[in-house]
């Protein structure tokens, strides 16, 4: 809703997926008084690149293929994992997002961590950047292929119709103080800007902004009417009513004013929370009033 | 969290959408205001607790996306409430819990608030050297 900086699909997922989701719980352990040879064995059997260091069920350190490698060079094969291995162990629990992880192997520069559960504080399992990737990925594909089930259901009007320009317009009419159903506009609008195709997020700011135009007609005025303007790259609304005008624009803007009467408050309306909230949901917003008139309100939301 | 478990923790009964209990809801946000409530609540898995029980806060959780509400001090909507919310396929549901009561349970459980959604944008903006 927020103009904010966007973030990317990637960090979304990332931060969307836990560590419990990505692991791998088929652990793989060595034990301290195993030797260097050992390790070596384990790593090429499971062609893995790193074991944690486990001693009656007690994670003692993490030793990997670049220790062994170590040892190689320095002749030490035979000596027991103990006296090689990174007992500064950093973990991660399974209920931490993704990023989390992401964050840490930025930082520590480790292949891997071990996995615990936050209440057992026991190993449960161990991550690295592959199952990292692996697990974005599917969860990538899965979104994908959701997404593109949703883009069949819908057809994009815009590329189907043929025109120099294509609008489509909807129109509502709002009466006035019939309280029973306000919002029944704004539910049709939601359900006729999805079925054109237009994105979730963009229908949600419309929709938001359309709801509190429509409370505004119902609560304070004896109708009027909206219409909506559907482009390929932008949609614009225009409420127009007949009646009373608002007397004093800049102050009905500010949040918490309102000149609400008590049974709107008691529908949860009415809180002065109208006009900033399309203004905060709209990328253009005009508003023109004339007390003993009307008022002319229109906001662009752009696609 | 999914709504069985929210069932359980706040004793509430099912009003429509018994066949939905396996949602899960991340966040939830109790209020009686609806501005507030299209303001502030940006994630479709937000569970509304509220004793309002007008058409708007279902016609309001719809253009939210939201899936799930629970009225609190054993209030019970109308029949076209009920309408309404089956039509679009949200949960509704009812507790004797006063506001208060039913979201501090729901928090305590790990159920987390609105403003946590903050701290996400953070972590997001955060992350940006590692992704």
């Known amino acids: 809703m927020s103009k904010e900086v966007r973030s990317s699909k990637i960090q979304e997922l990332a931060y969307e997926c836990k560590v419990e989701e990505a692991m791998t719980a088929d652990i793989v352990t060595v034990a301290p008084s195993d030797t260097m040879v050992d390790v070596w064995m384990k790593l090429k059997d499971k062609r893995i690149s790193g074991l944690p260091v486990v001693n009656a069920d007690n994670l003692e350190g993490i030793i990997s293929v670049e220790d062994f490698i170590k040892c190689i060079i320095k002749g030490r094969k035979d000596e027991q994992v103990k006296d090689i291995m990174t007992s500064d162990i950093k973990f991660i629990y399974t209920d931490e997002p993704l990023i989390h992880v992401l964050k840490k192997f930025e930082k520590h520069k480790f292949g891997r961590f071990p996995v615990k559960d936050r209440d057992t504080k026991k190993l449960v399992g161990i991550i690295t950047k592959g199952d990292v990737i692996r697990c974005l990925l599917n969860r990538f594909e899965k979104d994908y292929y959701e997404e593109e089930a949703q883009k069949n259901k819908m057809c994009n009007i815009f590329k189907d119709i043929k025109a120099d320009k294509t609008t489509i317009l909807l129109k509502y009419d709002i009466k006035g103080k019939e309280f029973k159903k306000a919002g029944e506009k704004s539910s049709f609008l939601k359900n006729a800007l999805l079925r054109l195709g237009i994105a979730t997020d963009i229908t949600r700011r419309i929709v938001i902004a359309s709801m509190e135009t429509e409370m505004n007609i119902i609560i304070f005025t004896d109708g009027g009417e909206i219409t909506v303007s559907v482009e390929e790259d932008k949609i614009k609304v225009n409420a127009v009513d007949s009646g009373p005008g608002i007397s004093d624009i800049e102050k009905a803007m500010l949040p918490g004013y309102s000149t609400a009467p008590d049974w709107v408050r008691e529908m949860g309306f009415g809180a002065g929370m109208g006009l900033p909230n399309i203004k905060n949901c709209s990328d253009e917003m005009k508003i023109n009033s004339k007390v003993g008139e009307g008022t002319n309100l229109e906001f662009i939301v752009n696609i | ?131």
């Open chain 2, 1 to 131: 969290m999914n709504i069985h478990k929210v069932k359980q923790i706040i004793n509430a009964k099912v009003i429509c959408g018994e066949d939905l209990l396996d949602l899960e809801v991340k966040m939830g946000c109790g209020c009686d205001l609806m501005s507030h409530i299209l303001a502030h609540i940006e994630s479709e898995s937000t569970l509304l607790l509220t004793g309002l029980t007008t058409p708007q806060v279902i016609y309001a959780s719809d253009a939210l996306g939201l899936k799930a509400i629970c009225f609190v001090r054993g209030k019970s909507p109308g029949d076209d409430v009920i309408k309404l919310a089956k039509e679009r396929a949200i949960i509704l549901m009812n507790t004797q819990l006063p506001l208060f009561e039913s979201c501090g349970k729901l928090y305590k459980e790990g159920l987390k608030g609105i403003s946590e959604n903050e701290q996400r944008s953070e972590i997001l903006k955060d992350s940006r050297t590692c992704l």
